[in-house]
């Protein structure tokens, strides 16, 4: 599926002058929306990117990935929009779009979520213009907006992303309601920035910060040199989703986030990784249990094969998956691609017996570094990966050891935490 957007002339209606600051509006506890054990059908077939090709210059590349259901036959409602470095930068704002048509949103605290009408979103996108759209999904869409807020610098313009969700699907709002009760109560320089939401009448909609960079995934698996990261730069990135996760580990109750993926890593302007998308995320076990059941839903070459077999979902279910991920950091491919040859498809059985050999390591690593990186880390972060991909959840080291792991590793990039 291509994805590519027109620019459509018009104006949007201008949204009311101010809003009220709201406090997280879920403060009861998060319903579980899948309290039964499933069978495996409800793992997406991999996880496909798509290259936009006829993007102007100044269109935002998008990629989607959702998550199907096999047994319902319809997608899931997992919407993760993408975006590409071809983006016009953060300030620069589109010169057919006038100052007086944005939502002035008046000033709020960053710490409070803020209850946007649906009127201030709606002009916020310019009507939800084509040529605002960062992804479509199958229960929604994002859209790139604008709105204006007062600083003690005066008047500015801030770039936002806003995810409308279908108001006839079921599933959306599920969805919603969980992005925004989780994402309400999180604050982490490595977890995407919940700016707030819309509850009103059928629409449902949910607004975050704006990531420069777009996603992971992007830089990883593209052909292009300009979209090259370098091998400091994977490290900083590595660090940075260690910090996302053992966060959401750590808390008093702890969340699964579930579906970890490099397609559901951001990247900010400075390359810094925010985990995105809570759509799938579920509470994790309460005191005296080990695991917590339910719908097995996330993505092939990614789930824990305890979680595929059973539906048992243990925090260190996460640790598999990141595990995944460092691999494709490593040598630059997808966890699974069905263009490769049959024994390449599935990256784990290809690779995972150069991950304890030093000298078959260099022949998986990604060509484009161009032997540009550190043999020593390489094989560190390699060995770390083969124990997170530990067979048994139990026999995987916890998030917070990966973080520390990865900190030692890093430690010549003077990588601080934010």
């Known amino acids: 599926m291509g994805i590519c957007w027109s620019r459509i002339a018009g104006k949007s209606n201008p949204g009311p002058a101010s809003i009220p600051s709201a406090p997280p509006p879920v403060t009861h506890p998060i319903p579980d929306s899948d309290p039964l054990p499933s069978s495996i059908g409800h793992l997406i077939d991999g996880d ?80 939800f213009r084509n040529d605002m759209v960062l992804g479509r999904g199958g229960f929604g869409s994002v859209y790139k907006g604008w709105i204006k807020e007062t600083t003690s610098q005066g008047v500015k313009k801030r770039p936002i992303a806003v995810k409308r969700l279908d108001a006839n699907s079921k599933q959306g709002f599920r969805q919603w309601r969980t992005e925004v009760g989780f994402l309400g109560r999180l604050s982490h320089p490595n977890i995407v920035k919940l700016v707030g939401y819309c509850k009103e009448n059928e629409n449902f909609l949910i607004v975050y910060e704006f990531m420069q960079k777009g996603s992971l995934n992007y830089y990883l698996f593209a052909n292009s040199s300009n979209r090259l990261l370098s091998w400091e730069t994977r490290v900083n990135i590595m660090i940075g989703m260690a910090r996302g996760l053992a966060y959401l580990h750590m808390m008093e109750k702890p969340i699964i986030y579930r579906d970890f993926k490099s397609s559901n890593v951001l990247l900010d302007q400075s390359y810094t990784a925010k985990i995105s998308d809570f759509g799938l995320a579920k509470w994790g076990p309460t005191a005296g249990n ?101 067979p048994g959840p139990t026999s995987r080291p916890s998030m917070k050891e990966v973080e520390e792991t990865l900190q030692h590793v890093g430690e010549r990039y003077a990588i601080d935490e934010a």
């Not at 269109?59 to 071809?86: C, D, E, H, V, Y």
């Not at 059973?310 to 950091?329: A, C, H, Q, R």
């Open 48 to 127: 496909t990117s798509f290259l936009g090709s006829n993007v102007s210059g100044t269109s935002w590349f998008s990629m989607l990935t959702t998550n199907f259901s096999a047994r319902l036959s319809q997608a899931s409602g997992k919407i993760a929009a993408i975006w590409g470095n071809n983006a016009t930068e953060e300030n620069e704002f589109p010169a057919a779009m006038e100052d007086e048509n944005l939502p002035d949103v008046g000033t709020s605290p960053d710490s409070q979520l803020r209850s946007f009408t649906f009127a201030q979103l709606k002009s916020a996108t310019f009507n």
């Open 290 to 390: 080990s695991s917590v059941t339910g719908h097995v839903m996330g993505t092939v070459g990614y789930a824990a094969p305890e979680y595929v077999a059973t539906g048992n979902l243990y925090v260190k279910s996460d640790v598999y998956s990141f595990g995944v991920v460092l691999i494709e950091m490593l040598t630059g491919l997808r966890a699974i691609d069905k263009k490769r040859p049959p024994w390449e498809q599935n990256l784990l059985e290809w690779v995972k017996p150069a991950l304890v050999n030093k000298r078959r390591l260099r022949s998986i690593m990604d060509s484009r570094l161009e032997g540009k990186y550190s043999a020593k880390e390489a094989e560190q972060i390699a060995q770390l990966a083969v124990r997170c991909l530990n």
